[in-house]
């Protein structure tokens, strides 16, 4: 049985994320949450927001992206003259987008820390982040199977499929490991 310590890829969201992310507090000069459907308003009187999907790009809201880059700066509003709150530094960390503005995207991690990112720096690609420390990655989608890995809190996987109570994913960097990882259903987001 393998033990790893990977800090490489990107699980989150999808398994991880559904539950234990937070809403933070907005400063006073921050926008408002519902600044994508106020804007819209207000730039084009044609502009319809369906509500739960973004006024931008017509997909849900919340949804999970990953990070694309090795460095991404949070910003407190939606433009590159606002401050940097937080910097994101690691390539497939999972993303919850909470809110669109043109180009940017609101986004959170698992612990709720965030802000305003651009579009440029996020990837559809969908990732895990394991929630439990110590996580039993199987050859199979049975606990009974054999256990290839065990992945340490905080580690991020590729997500590859999922079906109710178990997901395939994708663990390395140089040498890829595909194996299967048991989820919670509550916390599933397909």
């Not at 049985?1 to 907005?26: D, K, N, P, Q, Y």
């Not at 921050?30 to 017509?58: E, H, M, R, S, W």
């Not at 929630?131 to 590859?160: H, I």
Request: proline share 5%.
């Amino acid at each position: 049985m393998a033990r790893t310590g990977l800090a490489a890829l990107a699980v989150s969201a999808i398994i991880a994320c559904g539950s234990a992310a937070a809403e933070v507090a907005a400063p006073d000069d921050a926008l408002p949450a519902d600044l994508t459907v106020a804007a819209a308003k207000a730039g084009d009187d044609k502009a319809q927001c369906t509500p739960g999907f973004g006024c931008v790009t017509n997909l849900p809201l919340p949804r999970y992206v990953t990070l694309k880059t090795s460095e991404g700066n949070a910003r407190r509003g939606p433009g590159l003259s606002h401050r940097i709150d937080w910097v994101f530094t690691r390539v497939g960390m999972p993303l919850r987008v909470t809110a669109e503005y043109e180009n940017w995207r609101r986004v959170e991690d698992a612990e709720g820390a965030g802000g305003w990112m651009h579009y440029a720096l996020l990837s559809g690609s969908r990732s895990v982040l394991v929630a439990q420390d110590m996580a039993d990655f199987r050859n199979k989608p049975d606990t009974a199977a054999t256990v290839l890995l065990q992945a340490e809190m905080g580690v991020v996987a590729r997500l590859m499929e999922c079906s109710t109570d178990w997901c395939r994913v994708s663990i390395g960097t140089t040498e890829e490991m595909r194996a299967f990882v048991a989820v919670l259903p509550e916390t599933l987001r397909v």
